[in-house]
DNA sequence: TTTTGCACTCTCTATGTGAGAGTGCTAACT
DNA sequence: AGTTAGCACTCTCACATAGAGAGTGCAAAA
């Protein structure tokens, strides 16, 4: 096989790829070599058709239909045939402006999943910020009635939880504005895992003390962290946007692919994969590995800031989707959440 | 028409609609005559069906297919015809155990939402306690950098919203507290709309004084509760559940439906509807008023807690749901979710 | 009032048919 | 060699047709 007919299989290759992108049925040769351009006949092009199928890069649905993509042949297409388009500056722009005028962190992410899957046309998704390397800002208690007292634990600058704690016995304002005190100057600045160990140690010293208040001090703040979720949570916007693509409409298969939705577990197992990725990273149809996805491509990119990975964002949908303009909406969108979540510092 | 023919078209329909609630097939005359066990030949049952279409109580798919109940035919089963079952013992015991557990006001809400949908394997829907009638316990600032200042709301004893306030100048402590506990004397134990009111007359007067430090504690104070939203709001689950019904498995009915879950308007308006209602509440088909809903049930509930009604809870399935295990598991979510809220205190 | 008998209607499932699209293969052409 | 033309073949799709089955409505009989 010399390197000119590969050459030539191709260019073949991609555009029937983005021909099936654009009209989502099966290309024939006829078809295929009219648009190509090349002056060939369609008996030549059905040679290098079979031949790609040969490799695994096409499939007939049938006899008689002409070809499709295999997952392989996207990904051989998106690798190394693919010719993204630089978004319009107007665009970028508008993306900017919607960004610019969220307050809030929430929202902001809410924000992001749904410019996703509103430009897109697919679903957008957006991973909530891990919680695993938040550092402990500060605590606060105050008393909320008799046996419960509110614990306010500020992380990583940016973000508020709050727990209700029940307690044995009512303490004074003055009494949990010290044991507040005494765990700041303990915790603050500390990873959250290790301020539950730091919390364990000094219970143990403080009971040797005898110090009473120090160990209810420290309770307290062990059943406020013991309520720490692991935060696995993602946001999702625009499932319905999947229930018009056709190779996707069997009610069966939306009820599992909604399902996972639903479950999360394995849609967070795919998203960690990508924490660790350094740009836009995809998963096209059988690759991930799941099999609710099998029809389906998922284009994802991690988000960052103050230098720091939070998470991982992207979008879901049908194999045959636009990756030319989903690959740099995505990366455009986490650029500005990292930027966006920047500011909001 | 003599009654006795009344009561026993009534009785035909009633095992009508109750046969089509279980096969979910259109019933036929020899179906139903066989059925109802009374002695009656498919002719007579004819006849009485036909007089039943004509008052708009069943309807006809098409010339040869059996009948099935209209809305307005459903709606005079459930009001005189249906025998509510009353539930096992030892199921409400598994419901009431399952509440038990669960501490987080947040979490048995949603337990109450998957319950209901694991239960009556339709979607289950759970109102978000309103926040019009809440009153304002305490409110507290703390600093968080230099230009931001935390601030906490707890509201109605058992609920806390943070928000995050940019503030011209940096403020210690001290200052933060005292501009508190001015707020606190002024407004706790206030509605939360009288909250702002107050705040309003209240910044008059001060700025008259020229008292700089309480119009800052104020003008904080009315950026937080800016912020805060009507928290129009519900939980939903077990939307898949809802594929699985043949009458709804039109993917395009389903994408509407969905449409407008995500949409939230149509809905909460409805379930608003049930929060001045003092028990079980069934909305049939075109009842509701909203297309999408032509061919759902609701059934809702209104849930309470300390005497007050916080707000509904329910369920969404097709017309063609089992009305009599529906509603006193409903009725028995709602009960329960209140007591836990109470419990929760 | 109820039932019987009967013609009629409508759906559903098979079945068949022809057109259209596309393929694979072979043989001819460059 | 690579390319092309020709051709038989396959498969789907749309459409028509037919019969079975279910159920109806109506008129006449019980």
Redesign the pocket.
Same mark, same amino acid.
């Given at each position: 096989?010399?390197p000119?007919?590969h050459d030539?299989a191709q260019y073949l290759l991609k555009t029937l790829v983005e021909r099936y992108i654009r009209e989502g049925?099966?290309?024939?040769?006829?078809?295929?070599a009219r648009e190509s351009g090349l002056?060939?006949?369609?008996? @030549?092009?059905?040679?290098?058709?079979?031949d790609l199928?040969d490799m695994g890069l096409l499939r007939?649905?049938? @006899?008689?239909?002409?070809?499709v993509p295999t997952a392989r042949g996207y990904r051989l297409f998106v690798d190394t045939l693919l010719k993204i388009e630089p978004l319009e500056m107007t665009q970028v722009k508008d993306l900017e402006h919607r960004f610019s005028r969220v307050q809030n962190s929430a929202t902001l992410l809410e924000t992001a999943s749904s410019l996703l899957s509103n430009i897109t046309h697919l679903a957008g998704i957006v991973m909530l910020p891990r919680q695993d390397h938040a550092t402990l800002r500060q605590v606060e208690y105050l008393p909320l009635s008799e046996h419960q007292v509110l614990a306010i634990l500020v992380v990583n600058d940016r973000e508020v939880q709050n727990r209700i704690i029940r307690t044995e016995r009512q303490y004074t304002a003055s009494e949990l504005e010290r044991a507040a005190n005494y765990i700041n100057s303990l915790c603050a600045g500390k990873d959250l895992y290790l301020v539950r160990e730091t919390l364990l140690e000094e219970l143990k010293s403080a009971r040797e003390q005898m110090n009473m208040m120090m160990v209810a001090a420290i309770e307290m703040a062990d059943k406020a962290f013991e309520q720490c979720p692991p935060s696995d949570d993602f946001l999702l916007a625009g499932q319905t946007n999947l229930m018009e693509y056709g190779e996707l409409s069997d009610v069966e298969k939306l009820r599992q692919l909604f399902e996972a939705f639903n479950q999360k577990r394995d849609i967070l197992h795919l998203l960690d994969q990508s924490l660790k990725a350094s740009g836009v990273q995809i998963f096209i149809g059988e690759e991930s590995g799941y099999e609710v996805l099998d029809d389906c491509s998922v284009v994802t990119s991690p988000y960052e800031a103050e230098g720091e990975v939070l998470g991982v964002l992207g979008v879901i949908g049908p194999t045959r989707m636009a990756y030319d303009r989903v690959i740099p909406i995505v990366d455009l969108t986490a650029r500005l959440l990292g930027a966006a979540l920047n500011k909001q510092h």
């Open positions: 096989m010399n000119e007919l030539r049925q099966p290309v024939g040769s006829r078809a295929l002056d060939l006949s369609p008996a @030549t092009v059905r040679n290098v058709m079979a199928e007939s649905p049938h @006899t008689s239909a002409g070809r």
